[in-house]
């Protein structure tokens, strides 16, 4: 019986494929919409957390001010941090890895004929071990250069490109304000962060040398500090609050005049913010597989009045009532089935298109696929099911009279 089921509803089909296409259309864009935001919502999720992570490993932000005003905003009226400070943390704090003080600013780089505007962070040789970054040729700082303040700096990828194309950067001088600096190594290429910005753009000198030569003064903008695997960042953090408090005489009640981020903090709130967005989408997508079973609904209840006559003589020959509530209701499912299947194909599609334009990570989930496909023939057995007990219920006699 269930074989013949199949067959007379294929056959249903298949004699009204206008009809039937028209009918799972709202199936096929709700699928596919809940599979393409799902999807790009996951890949956008874990490019923001692997965003945070290249910016470094357990790492902390120590800033002068309460909190960050814009792009490398700070309250004016709060203190600057000094390489002291630095220091300070650095062997009075227990579980880091490394600190390194920065300061920065921009400069139109020189090389030849080529000139570049970019970035000069001045930092320790800590710096790259903080950031994870790692050397593509050449070396960092030694603890000479850094001491005596010499005009050596690393370049970063966007920077060599620009200055030198295809020429051998490392041992070559590039010109910076009125300076000359021996590139002494390279830094390998991160990319452009979710942020939207180039983290390769600029060019890192000794701090000393930023210090004395180009800001002409003796602040540090950021501290940043790793700490160790398997060291408990929120301490670190709170033992850095307690060691500045000291150090810039806040009493007790006073409120703090600088601040200090933790990047997983940042990573939770972001993360948790898109998946917030993610099913946010998702569901005003799902509202759509919703309609596309109205529509399920309202077309079959046509048929059913089509095949008023149809439906009376099988009754009347001795079908049974669950015989012709099966045959409409397996109807039902198979083309909000088969528009689950479309889809799926053309969320799936969807979702790489749109990933490869936003240049975020294609993350084939299985569950929500699944899940999509579950609910697309739960959406044809619920709004079916009415079409198919009307038929049922239909009067043989009433039926075969019916014009």
């Given at each position: 019986m269930?074989?013949?089921?199949?067959?007379?509803?294929?056959?249903?089909?298949?004699?009204?494929?206008?009809?039937?296409?028209?009918?799972?259309?709202?199936?096929?864009?709700?699928v596919?919409?809940?599979?393409?935001?799902?999807?790009?919502?996951?890949?956008?999720?874990?490019?923001?957390?692997?965003?945070?992570?290249?910016?470094?490993?357990?790492?902390?932000?120590?800033r002068?001010?309460?909190?960050?005003h814009?792009?490398?905003?700070?309250r004016?009226?709060a203190?600057?941090?000094?390489?002291?400070?630095?220091e300070?943390?650095?062997?009075?704090?227990?579980?880091?890895?490394?600190?390194a003080?920065?300061?920065?600013?921009?400069?139109?780089?020189?090389?030849?004929?080529a000139?570049?505007?970019?970035?000069?962070?001045?930092?320790?040789d800590?710096?790259?071990?903080?950031?994870?970054?790692?050397?593509?040729?050449?070396?960092?700082?030694?603890?000479?250069?850094?001491?005596?303040?010499k005009?050596?700096?690393?370049?970063?990828?966007?920077?060599?490109?620009?200055?030198?194309?295809?020429?051998?950067?490392v041992g070559?001088?590039?010109?910076l304000?009125?300076?000359?600096?021996?590139?002494?190594?390279?830094?390998?290429?991160?990319?452009?962060?979710g942020?939207?910005?180039?983290?390769d753009?600029?060019?890192?000198?000794?701090?000393?040398?930023?210090q004395?030569r180009?800001?002409?003064?003796?602040y540090?903008?950021?501290i940043?500090?790793?700490?160790?695997?398997?060291v408990?960042?929120?301490?670190?953090?709170?033992?850095?609050?307690?060691?500045m408090?000291?150090?810039?005489?806040?009493?007790?009640?006073?409120?703090?005049?600088?601040n200090?981020?933790?990047m997983?903090?940042?990573?939770?709130?972001?993360?948790?913010?898109?998946?917030?967005?993610?099913?946010?989408?998702?569901?005003?997508?799902?509202?759509?597989?919703?309609?596309?079973?109205?529509?399920?609904m309202n077309?079959m209840?046509?048929?059913?009045?089509?095949?008023?006559?149809?439906?009376?003589?099988?009754?009347?020959?001795?079908?049974?009532e669950?015989?012709?509530?099966?045959?409409?209701?397996?109807?039902?499912?198979?083309?909000?089935?088969?528009?689950?299947i479309i889809?799926?194909?053309?969320?799936?599609?969807?979702?790489?298109?749109?990933a490869?334009?936003l240049?975020?990570?294609?993350?084939?989930?299985?569950k929500?696929?699944?899940?999509?496909?579950?609910?697309?023939?739960?959406?044809?057995?619920?709004?079916g099911?009415?079409?198919?007990?009307?038929?049922?219920?239909?009067?043989?006699i009433?039926?075969?009279?019916?014009?």
């Amino acid at each position: 019986m269930i074989r013949e089921t199949f067959l007379l509803a294929e056959r249903e089909i298949r004699r009204n494929v206008l009809r039937s296409s028209l009918t799972i259309l709202g199936i096929v864009i709700g699928v596919a919409a809940v599979i393409t935001m799902v999807t790009l919502g996951g890949g956008a999720t874990a490019q923001v957390a692997s965003d945070i992570s290249s910016l470094g490993s357990n790492m902390l932000q120590v800033r002068p001010g309460q909190g960050f005003h814009g792009p490398g905003g700070t309250r004016s009226a709060a203190p600057r941090l000094k390489i002291e400070d630095a220091e300070a943390i650095a062997s009075d704090v227990s579980g880091l890895a490394a600190v390194a003080p920065m300061a920065s600013g921009s400069a139109q780089a020189i090389y030849g004929n080529a000139n570049w505007s970019t970035s000069v962070i001045g930092s320790t040789d800590k710096f790259l071990q903080v950031r994870n970054w790692s050397l593509a040729e050449g070396r960092g700082f030694n603890e000479g250069e850094m001491r005596a303040g010499k005009n050596v700096c690393v370049l970063g990828s966007t920077v060599r490109k620009e200055l030198f194309g295809g020429q051998e950067p490392v041992g070559a001088s590039v010109r910076l304000q009125k300076l000359s600096f021996q590139v002494i190594g390279v830094l390998d290429s991160k990319g452009q962060s979710g942020f939207g910005t180039d983290q390769d753009d600029f060019i890192l000198v000794p701090l000393r040398t930023f210090q004395r030569r180009i800001a002409g003064n003796n602040y540090v903008r950021t501290i940043y500090v790793s700490a160790k695997d398997g060291v408990s960042t929120e301490k670190v953090k709170s033992d850095i609050e307690r060691l500045m408090r000291e150090r810039r005489r806040i009493t007790h009640g006073e409120e703090d005049d600088f601040n200090v981020r933790d990047m997983k903090e940042i990573m939770v709130a972001l993360t948790s913010s898109t998946r917030v967005l993610t099913a946010l989408l998702a569901a005003v997508a799902g509202v759509s597989l919703l309609v596309g079973g109205i529509g399920i609904m309202n077309i079959m209840l046509v048929s059913v009045t089509e095949r008023t006559r149809e439906i009376g003589t099988r009754l009347a020959i001795g079908a049974l009532e669950k015989e012709v509530l099966l045959q409409f209701l397996v109807e039902a499912v198979v083309l909000s089935c088969f528009g689950g299947i479309i889809g799926i194909i053309l969320g799936l599609g969807a979702a790489a298109a749109g990933a490869n334009a936003l240049q975020v990570p294609f993350l084939f989930n299985a569950k929500i696929v699944v899940i999509a496909f579950l609910f697309s023939a739960a959406v044809g057995v619920i709004f079916g099911y009415f079409p198919a007990r009307k038929a049922a219920r239909l009067d043989p006699i009433e039926a075969l009279r019916h014009e």
